[in-house]
Every structure is written in structure tokens, then in C-alpha cells.
């Protein structure tokens, strides 16, 4: 059965703005997304955006890979994700907004800097929410997200910046958006929570929360988080400057509901209560 949120799991995500889930993703689909991340490092899809290492290891990171490999599109509609996105927005209907990789294998020791997400995105409104999945054991040593807590309700849009040295930037500057502080240099000002994670564990967390990761520092265990990033009712295709050009369409206009072939709808609720 698909995974229920408990009400203090969902009040844990309204004030803070992210809350680790145990044991949400079960042993077959962790299986098939394994797999799936082995097909995509092997042979990426177009999107893939791997960073130069720091250290000894690889940096493997790519986006819309579900629309090029079955299992992870069927993860991204089959998993129980969606009606769970639902539960914490209260929503009758939910979008995929895009799914991605993040791979850091054994002395990797980049770190993914600090950062919230909807600045990149096209999508405007509050019901925008990430699922990170573990799919190895996750500590402070290979890399665990960590959070600034309530950050979510900052209302702070800071300019998206390169996480690595990339080919090219894939987003422009916005005159409305501000320069992400230097939080690592000064973390005991912030009220920073990280979790320890299991494989099968998630993290769910609201797209302005401001978060960033460790390097993996460990020679003997990998670092693969797979995230599916969904809307809900309130969500809206936004044209600002700043967003990723490989999130956006031409299908859609400012303002627009994201329904379109690039934002399915993956779960409604009259046809789940039909069903």
C-alpha cells in the first residue's frame, strides 16, 4: 500500500518546511531505480548536467529522465508519490514537475551549495514539493541534505547559480531575485536539521526551503538520490527570468495550469476515489 503521512509528518512539513519519511519506497521499485540510474550514468539522457569531481570520484547529475527510461517514469506515476504530495497540499489534482539524479560516488567531495529550488523552476505558487530518495545508507560523511528550518516561509527568491563548473548556464539573472547569503560560513546563525538516511527513506520538502548537501567523503559507499519534484492545485506556469531553459515550453503561457504533455497530471482525486 502507498505510503500515508501521518498529521504530525504533515505539520512537521508546513512549519518546517521538510520532514524525513522511513521506509516509503520498498525493495522492488528501489530495485528498478537502481537499475534505471545505472542505464542513465551509462548512457545519459539529454539533460544530464555531471560536474567536474572534486576529489577522486564523479559527479553524476541529470533531469527528465523519466522521460527516457520506463521505470523511472513509472516510478514518477506508480510509486504512490503522487497521492502523497497530494496528502501534504490538501490538493484535488497533482502534476509531475520534472524528476532528477544526483549521484556522488565514493570521494566525491563536492558539496551542493546552498540553495532553494523554485527560483529555477517555471511554477509559480506554494503547492510545489520534492520527494529525495536514499537509495544508500546517507550520513553527514557521503552526503546528507541538510536544511534551514522554517526557511520556507522566508518569501526570499535567491538568484539560481551554477552548482558546478557546467558547459553552460542555463538561466539568466532576475533583477527581483537576491544573492543566497553565505550560510555555510556562518551556520551556528541558522537553525540548520539533517537526517541519517536508510535506502527506501525520504526526504520531503517544500521548494523554498533552503537546503544544500555534503561531499561524500567516504572511499567505500556511494551517494544516488533520485528526487521527483510535483505541484498541485494552486501551481501556475511562470515566464520570470531565471528559470532552467530546459524546463520550459512553448505549450504553456504565463499563468497557465501546468497540465501539458511536459507537466502531466499523474493523480486526481475524483478518479482515485473512483477507483
Not at 518546517?16 to 521506509?23: E, F, H, I, Y
Not at 547529475?61 to 520506463?70: A, S
Not at 567531495?109 to 503547492?127: F, K
Amino acid at each position: 500500500m502507498p505510503y500515508r503521512a501521518i498529521p504530525q509528518e504533515i505539520e512537521a512539513f508546513e512549519a518546517d518546511g521538510a520532514v524525513l519519511l522511513k521506509g516509503v519506497i520498498g525493495p522492488e521499485w528501489r530495485e528498478r531505480v537502481a537499475a534505471a540510474i545505472e542505464r542513465d550514468i551509462a548512457n545519459p539522457g539529454p539533460f544530464c548536467h555531471s560536474y567536474e569531481a572534486e576529489g577522486e570520484g564523479r559527479f553524476h547529475g541529470n533531469l527528465r529522465v523519466w522521460q527516457n527510461d520506463p521505470d523511472f517514469r513509472a516510478y514518477c506515476f506508480g510509486s504512490g508519490l503522487a497521492e502523497l504530495a497530494a496528502q501534504f497540499f490538501g490538493a484535488s489534482k497533482i502534476n509531475l514537475l520534472y524528476d532528477q539524479l544526483f549521484v556522488k560516488e565514493p570521494g566525491t567531495v563536492n558539496r551542493t551549495r546552498w540553495h532553494n529550488d523554485q527560483p529555477y523552476w517555471p511554477v509559480r505558487g506554494r503547492q510545489v514539493m520534492s520527494f529525495w530518495l536514499a537509495l544508500d545508507p546517507t550520513t553527514a560523511e557521503n552526503g546528507r541534505l541538510e536544511f534551514v528550518r522554517g526557511s520556507h516561509l522566508w518569501d526570499r527568491w535567491f538568484q539560481p547559480e551554477p552548482f558546478g563548473k557546467t558547459v553552460t548556464r542555463s538561466y539568466d539573472d532576475n533583477p527581483d531575485y537576491e544573492t543566497m547569503p553565505d550560510i555555510e560560513a556562518a551556520r551556528g546563525n541558522y537553525d540548520i536539521v539533517a537526517w541519517d538516511m536508510e535506502p527506501g527513506d525520504v526526504i520531503a520538502f517544500h521548494a523554498m526551503a533552503v537546503h544544500g548537501a555534503g561531499g561524500n567523503l567516504r572511499s567505500d559507499v556511494r551517494r544516488r538520490g533520485y528526487t521527483v519534484r510535483y505541484t498541485g492545485d494552486d501551481a501556475r506556469y511562470d515566464t520570470r527570468p531565471g528559470t532552467a531553459k530546459p524546463l520550459m515550453t512553448d505549450a504553456l503561457g504565463d499563468g497557465d495550469p501546468m497540465d501539458s504533455g511536459l507537466y502531466p497530471v499523474v493523480w486526481r482525486r475524483d478518479a482515485a476515489a473512483a477507483a
